[in-house]
């Protein structure tokens, strides 16, 4: 997989591509370990650290979000921060233990714009998603998810296409190669931004449902 004549203990130069740092033998834990070291796209220079996907090594379900907040980057660690809590509440509703999940994201470092003294998120761009997208389909590939679920308008376009729209087909289970039950839902950071208090139950209520769908289409499937 790796680039030929690469060495594992080489740190990687600012804008080598993904696909070259790749180890040959991947396991979870070294792709983790070299990926710490990315510099495929410039969001190295703007976030703390990569943050890389957590969860059992063959978790049966994987969602994936758009890229680390202000407070995975701090902490390294994915889905820590207010939407990850967020995301706790509405996977234990729907009835799945987030211990049994892989979350990951679409791109792994935090892309943010200065606002007084606060990191405000910034969207990251197609090239900078198109970097990182290697390291994604690593973990696909790796932990082999029985049910992968897109998580905002990012990830699904990125893993479902440009057409995907969130708002119309969130819950809804599509045909992909990248596993046996693909479908997407809304951001727990949309949860968040909701204008009013009203808003902000609707979405709730539109996340639980759909994780509920997960929940029922991963149970079957294993009956
Ligand atoms: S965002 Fe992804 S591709 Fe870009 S430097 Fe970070 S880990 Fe590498």
Redesign the pocket.
Known sequence: MGKRGRTPTQAPKPGEP?PDLLPDRPTIDRVRDV?AG???????KR?TQ?VFGEGPKRAEIMLVGEQPGDAEDLAGHPFVGPAGKLLDRALEEAGIDRRVVYVTNV???FKWEPRGKRRIHAK?NAG?IS??RP?LETEIALVKPRVLVCMGATAAQALLGKTFKVSKQHGTFVESSLAPLVTATVHPSSVLRAPDEKARRDEMRRLVADLKKVAAAHSSARE
Do not use: F
């Open positions: 993904v990926a990315c510099k495929a796209c410039d969001l190295y976030g990569t791109v792994k470092h990251p900078e970097a990182c390291w």
